[in-house]
């Protein structure tokens, strides 16, 4: 199970931070990623991370704003956000998988969040 949240709205050029909770079946050992989905267009890789955080991808899109993390402790994935700008307003979602395939790959990720909707005005 893995559960996001800390969406909101928030004006451009402000921050949000997203969580997503997991259990520990979905969570240990597993890589996980953060995608998002924009009303009308395909759900889109955003950033992911390895098992122990020492690898961690980002689409160019959001390069040098957005920050993936993790804390294997309180199996919790997390997404700064800094510098928001409209084109970010999407649906995020939080998922976790073995691999299989390269990290923006929605098919390396076995399991899926519900998503945490981020609207950012303009």
């Known amino acids: 199970q893995l559960q996001a949240s800390g969406g909101g709205l928030v004006q451009a050029g402000g921050s949000l931070r997203l969580s997503c909770a997991a259990s520990g079946r979905t969570f240990s050992g597993y890589g996980m990623a953060w995608f998002r989905q924009a009303p009308g267009k395909e759900r889109e890789f955003v950033a992911a991370?390895?098992?122990?955080?020492?690898?961690?991808y980002y689409d160019d899109s959001v390069k040098g704003r957005f920050t993936i993390f993790r804390d294997n402790a309180k199996n919790t994935l997390y997404l700064r956000m800094n510098s928001l700008k409209a084109e970010d307003t999407a649906v995020y979602y939080c998922?976790?998988?073995?691999?299989?395939?390269?990290?923006?790959?929605?098919?390396?990720?076995?399991?899926w969040g519900q998503g945490a909707l981020v609207t950012v005005s303009s």
């Open positions: 998922a976790s998988g073995m691999g299989g395939t390269s990290w923006p790959e929605k098919k390396r990720y076995q399991y």
């Open positions: 991370i390895s098992w122990t955080g020492d690898s961690t």
